[in-house]
């Protein structure tokens, strides 16, 4: 509703009607706000990437200066593992061997 010259005049909502009557965008700024954010974006994905490769080849030239290759590292310690494993299970046993004598 509004008044005009004294006058009331009822105004209607047609379903065409938009609701942000007064809302304009600014196209050549959005544009150039959407164009920036693309390139920015490419830009992150291609510095993530030469990261990345930076981070393989220096892991790569550090597993060649080894002295002992990663795959006999990995050998040792499972052998390790197993040896100790070995030996608690040993030592387990021959304490339910003493535990029983002395019931005995």
Do not use: C, H, Y
């Not at 047609?14 to 304009?24: A, L």
């Not at 030592?91 to 029983?100: G, M």
Request: aromatic share 4%.
């Amino acid at each position: 509703m509004r008044v005009v010259g004294g006058s009331l005049i009822v105004s209607r909502m047609t379903t065409n009607q938009k609701i942000f009557e007064g809302f304009q965008l600014n196209r050549k700024l959005l544009g150039a706000g959407l164009l920036l954010g693309g390139v920015g974006a490419v830009a992150g994905l291609l510095g993530t990437t030469l990261v990345g490769v930076a981070l393989a080849t220096a892991g790569r030239g550090w597993v060649r200066q080894l002295d002992t290759a990663p795959t006999e590292r990995a050998s040792r310690a499972l052998q390790q593992a197993r040896a100790a494993s070995q030996a608690g299970l040993d030592a387990w046993r021959n304490a339910n061997v003493s535990d029983q004598a002395s019931l005995n």
